[in-house]
Every structure is written in structure tokens, then in C-alpha cells.
């Protein structure tokens, strides 16, 4: 018998799919991993009883710093979840900064736990050289409260209650679509496409507070002692003239950068476009720690360990709580035991950026994550130009970025082009190609130290 071999012509995937067999290249160091739930999840359950979904609920999801895993929106993580990214995102008029996925626990959810969200896995190649994803949110106000209510009131036979079903959906709401594509060269150079669509039909422009932040896994100040565990790590502030970027190195100076299997891990680079578009009002960098706010969790405040903690963002946003951060200059506070404590270094940062996008309109954010030269000092990275963006960084600009996610979309489309029968409808073939995607997306890091969580 003889079989015929019907890949004859290897596409840029299939290459970067070989360099990965061969350990030429770690392509899947990064990826879609970062959990879309960490809270109410056995892996962070510490209680006397065992009651995982109710021991860490959505409510304290946002002050507590987890030690397991993360989670975030369509985010993206290296495979430990060491260092991470993801975005939150506010409609001014919730109550909460929408940081994270919301969904119902055991005893909420007339059939069991369920996510009440809207987002679509769109595209993803199999080493993540690019990625795609689709979450909605509305204009209105988000309907934690009705979800809950709603589907408690509800039993086993009846269907459950959705978020389409609330009409939140109606009156307008943003597609917030990510891009993620890597580096031809570099593996761990990721550029990061953030596009936001008014999706009203008609009305004034609508304002969308859209933070992209990055930060370090806290495995520093609870007493882990395994695989992975570090000193506390610094994002310093790239420049002093720019909002635009930072430096971030995953452990503290005197300690060697690499991780206990001996592979490299840092230091990186992390910068935002700044070139200003109409519908761009603000750019600013915020910085905080990933460390539990004891006292709005649980009621103690000897127990936090940090001027500035894990819901930092949304009290800056939400309760325009201006101390809650800092901005990487130093002498600005009395932050975290480790590290710096005048505020001139954090553990999570991000990118404020105000767009007021008319019905039907979009805006775009640009950003990149990569590899910054090793050897102790930062190289210049930044040149002056005269427009309104006073610093421009190599890499993150629009020319480069958009050329890169055109031929990663390219890449993308040819691979499954490779394998998808060409005898099936556009339509099918969209349906086969999220399919895909979807099992791609759905790579995301669970782990835990059965001894140390014990």
C-alpha cells in the first residue's frame, strides 16, 4: 500500500513547528495560557472545609493576589505564568473594572458553574505566532447582580438565564478584539494589538477606559518554596521623559536571571504606541503590586504587606483614588517590603488609555513585549520627534506593527489553508477555523503544589 504525502509545501507554521521539535527556537514559551478563572477554583481554595467555589468568590478576586496561576481577559503568559498580560476594561458606568471573565459558582448557577460572558475565539496557530480573540462588552451598565438573581431563582429543568437575555446588549456595546503575533527572530517578542469598535448604530461618541497591564505572578511573599518561586521582581520606568515603557526583570538584581532549569527567563521590554490618534485622550502609566488587599478582602490591616496592591487599578478608575498608585519616579510612597519602597519600581503595571470612539468608529493600541538586552543597563531605545507624542519606540510603531499582523495573518491563513478541504464553504470553514482556535486558546496554565497547598 502506498500513502501520499499531502503536505508537499511546508508554510512558515509548519517551519516554526519544526525549530520547536528540534529546540532550535522555544516558540511555545508564550502563549494564550493565562487562566480565563482563578478564583472560586480548587487550586486557591485554603479553607477548613473545602469549599472552593465559596472560599475566593468574582468579589474578591480583585484585591486577593493569587499564588497559583492568574487570570485576566484574552490574556497571555509565558508557560508558568511567571510574568503576564492581559487588559481591563471600563465603560464608566460599572461598578467593578472589568479585569476578568464573570460567571456563576456551583450554588449560583441553575446548572452548576457557568461563564455569563460574550467572547469568541477567533484565530490561533499552533506555536501562537498569532493569535486572535473577540470579547464584547457592553455599553450599559454589566449585570452582575441579574445574572445572579436570576439564574438562583431558576431550577435544574428551566434553561438558564444569559447575558443576552438582559438586553445589556441593545443599546450599544464595544468589540474589543486582541492581536497577538511574535517575532520572526526573537520567540519571546511579542507585538500585542488591542482594537476597539463602537458597535452602536447611532448616538455621541462613547468614552472606553482600556488599561493593557502587565504583571509578575506573586511567588515572593507567601512562603513558596517550589519550582518557580523567586525574590520579588522590578518593573522600573523606561524612560523619565515618557509614559511609553518600561523595564521589567523577574528577579531581584543580585540574583542570576535564569530560572532553576537553567533557561533564560528576562529581562524584558514593555512599550505602548504613543502616536495619538483623534480618538486617543490620554496615555498614562500606573504602577501598583501584586500583593492581597487585606483589608478589603478580609478585614485586617496588619496583614497587608503594601502601601499599593492587587486592586489599585480599579481604585484609581472607579473611585478616582489618585494615591492607590504610583508612577515609577520614586519618592512617591512607602510601597512593598521588597524591591524599591519609594515607589520608583512595582510588580504590575499599566498603560491608561482614554478613547472616545463615535458609533460605528474604532481605535487602536499598539504595544510590544520583548527581550531587553542582558547585561545590567537599559540600551536607548527612545528618539525624540516633534509631533504630540514626544517619544517614539523602535518597534511599536504603526508602519511595523501593522506589517507584522499582515503577514502573520497571512502565515495563519495559509497553514490552515494546508489542511482545511477547499471543497468546503466559506462558511465551513470558518466554523473549522475557530473550532481550531478554540483548542488552541484553551492552553491555559493550571498547576499547584500539592504539598505546599496542602
Known sequence: MTTTCWLSIPTAEDRRLLEERKRRKNWKRWGPYLSERQWGTVREDYSASGDAWNH??????????????????LGWCDRQARLCFSMALWNGRD??????????????????????????????????????????????????????????????HEREFEI????????????????????DKD???????????????????????????LWFRN???????????????????????????VHIFPVDDKDDTTTKKGTPFGPFQFHIDESIENSVQEVKLIATDNETNYRRAYG????????????????????????????LRGG?????????????????????????VAAGGSSTIRLRLQPLPRGGSAPATTTTTTTASSTTFPGVTATVVDTLLDKRRKECDEFYDSRIPSTLTDEERE????????????????????????
Open 187 to 213: 520567540a519571546d517578542d511579542t507585538t500585542i494589538v488591542i482594537s476597539v469598535f463602537n458597535r452602536a448604530s447611532s448616538g455621541e461618541p462613547q468614552e472606553l477606559v482600556v488599561i493593557p497591564t
Open 95 to 156: 461598578a467593578i473594572l472589568k479585569e476578568r471573565l464573570f460567571g456563576l459558582t456551583n450554588g449560583e448557577g441553575n446548572h452548576g458553574e457557568d461563564v455569563k460572558e460574550h467572547y469568541f475565539y477567533y484565530r490561533s496557530t499552533p506555536t501562537h505566532s498569532y493569535a486572535k480573540a473577540i470579547y464584547k462588552y457592553p455599553m450599559v451598565e454589566f449585570p452582575y447582580a441579574q445574572l445572579v438573581s436570576e439564574n438562583r431563582a431558576r431550577n435544574r
Open 300 to 327: 485586617d490591616d496588619a496583614a497587608t504587606q503594601s502601601a499599593y496592591t492587587k486592586d489599585a487599578f480599579h481604585r484609581y478608575v472607579i473611585d478616582r483614588d489618585e494615591n492607590a498608585v504610583h508612577h
Open 56 to 73: 475566593l468568590s468574582h468579589e474578591q478576586s480583585r484585591s486577593v493576589a493569587y499564588r497559583w496561576g492568574e487570570d485576566g481577559l
Open 431 to 454: 466554523v473549522s477555523l475557530q473550532a481550531y482556535s478554540g483548542l488552541l486558546w484553551s492552553k491555559m496554565y493550571y498547576y499547584y503544589v500539592v504539598e505546599e497547598w496542602l
Open 219 to 245: 511567588t515572593w511573599s507567601w512562603g513558596c518554596e517550589s519550582a518557580g518561586c523567586t525574590t520579588k521582581p522590578k518593573i522600573v520606568r523606561a524612560s523619565e521623559s515618557s509614559d511609553s515603557g
Open 164 to 183: 443576552s437575555d438582559t438586553g445589556v446588549f441593545d443599546a450599544g456595546y464595544w468589540d474589543v478584539e486582541i492581536e497577538y503575533a511574535k517575532d
Open 332 to 356: 512617591g510612597g512607602n510601597g512593598g517590603d521588597g524591591g524599591s519602597s519609594d515607589g520608583s519600581s512595582s510588580t504590575k503595571v499599566g498603560f491608561v488609555v482614554r478613547v472616545n
